[in-house]
């Protein structure tokens, strides 16, 4: 989607507050012992609070208003009877629709006595989000971006997960462009075009560079005994900073 209007970017921004609002309330509200299915309970009571709908749902008949991860698994996982134990890192990632506006964000914690490597993880990924953001602007090569991820992974002795990133989002949950950036591309000669709306997505790993499918179709994992860790925005792109739709 590329914004026409003031009228797109206050619903768009709506939008972004919701999601972001959702993901913190359902962290607030985490206990360890709770299964991913009440987490996720949590997160639909909030959307449906405010009007939204849960865009996996909507769009692609996804089993749950959230994606909530856990250690190994990347990203996408399916609500279910999985409890959340003392020492997991959670990654919660809500996207959702309201009045034909989507948005799409995610963040990561650890919960409880979390290895130390997990909160280190958790700062590095988050870092390279706020890095990645500085390079998003009208005219700026989207491999830029990928640039200053791999630099804070490399630096903060993390990997990045090659196969998951950003993409276009607005009037659907996934539009062009795919893969912002594209990791496996070295060649990559897109640019970032003023009024696109688009997700910033960096995955940090503690070594794998890929995830792999699982069995239910939809959960994306690392071999046991890994983490990563992930932080979303959603955002406009400007001439100069993008619009952050989904600041807390």
Not at 13 to 35: A, D, N, P
Not at 64 to 80: K, R
Not at 192 to 202: A, C, M, N, R, Y
Request: charged share 25%; hydrophobic share 35%; net charge negative.
């Amino acid at each position: 989607m590329s914004v026409e209007s003031n009228q797109d970017i206050e619903s768009l921004k709506r939008i972004g507050s919701i999601v972001s609002t959702t993901v913190g309330e359902m962290f607030r509200r985490l206990r360890i012992g709770m299964t991913t299915r009440e987490l996720d309970e949590i997160g639909r009571e909030v959307l449906e609070r405010h009007g939204a709908r849960p865009a996996p749902e909507l769009c692609y008949g996804f089993s749950g208003s959230s994606m909530i991860s856990i250690n190994e698994e990347v990203a996408h996982a399916i609500p279910g009877e999985r409890k959340i134990e003392d020492g997991d890192l959670v990654n919660i990632d809500v996207s959702a629709e309201l009045d034909g506006y989507f948005a799409d964000t995610g963040y990561t914690m650890p919960i409880g006595n979390a290895p130390p490597v997990t909160r280190r993880l958790c700062v590095a990924s988050q870092e390279a989000l706020d890095e990645a953001l500085k390079f998003v602007r009208s005219g700026q090569r989207i491999s830029r971006v990928e640039q200053a991820i791999r630099e804070v992974a490399l630096r903060r002795g993390f990997s990045v997960i090659e196969n998951l990133a950003g993409h276009g989002t607005g009037r659907h949950i996934h539009e062009e462009p795919s893969y912002i950036p594209d990791f496996g591309n070295r060649n990559d000669s897109r640019r970032f075009e003023k009024g696109s709306v688009l997700t910033i997505e960096p995955f940090l790993s503690t070594g794998p560079r890929q995830a792999y499918d699982s069995p239910d179709g939809w959960t994306l994992v690392t071999p046991k005994g890994n983490y990563s860790a992930q932080f979303e925005h959603t955002v406009v792109v400007t001439d100069s900073k993008p619009i952050i739709l989904t600041a807390a």
